[in-house]
């Protein structure tokens, strides 16, 4: 069973820009496809990016291609997500998951999450 440790969040300008990781331990790291998820107060839980096992395939949500990047580095068992041109609606909860696949979404396995505020 895997477990997943979000990081890099925090407070950002509009404009702005951040990183997230999400390290994960227990697991086969490079087996799963991960994904990032985030949830913005009084919503559901929303689908951002996932990357494959190998790095090789990506998918995002539509809104968000051409500002996000997802990548996963499977030597140190670690995805991230670049977050550039930030804006105040972006601001949610983040959330790492790892799935069997790309097309389970979301997987069985979550991370705490991370708080990222874009101010305007």
């Known amino acids: 069973q895997v477990q997943l440790v979000e990081s890099g969040g925090g407070l950002v300008q509009a404009g702005g820009s951040l990183r997230l990781s999400c390290a994960a331990s227990?697991?086969?790291?490079?087996?799963?496809?991960m994904g990032w998820y985030r949830q913005a107060p009084g919503k559901e839980r929303e689908f951002v990016a996932v990357?494959?096992?190998?790095?090789?395939?990506?998918n995002y949500a539509n809104s968000l291609k051409g500002r996000f990047t997802i990548s996963r580095d499977n030597a140190k068992n670690t995805v991230y997500l670049q977050m550039n041109s930030l804006k105040p609606e972006d601001t949610a909860v983040y959330y790492c998951?790892?799935?069997?696949?790309?097309?389970?979404?979301?997987?069985?396995?979550w991370g705490q999450g991370t708080q990222v505020t874009v101010s305007s």
């Open positions: 998951n790892a799935a069997s696949s790309m097309y389970v979404r979301p997987g069985d396995y």
């Open positions: 227990g697991g086969t790291f490079s087996s799963y496809a």
């Open positions: 990357i494959s096992w190998s790095g090789g395939s990506t």
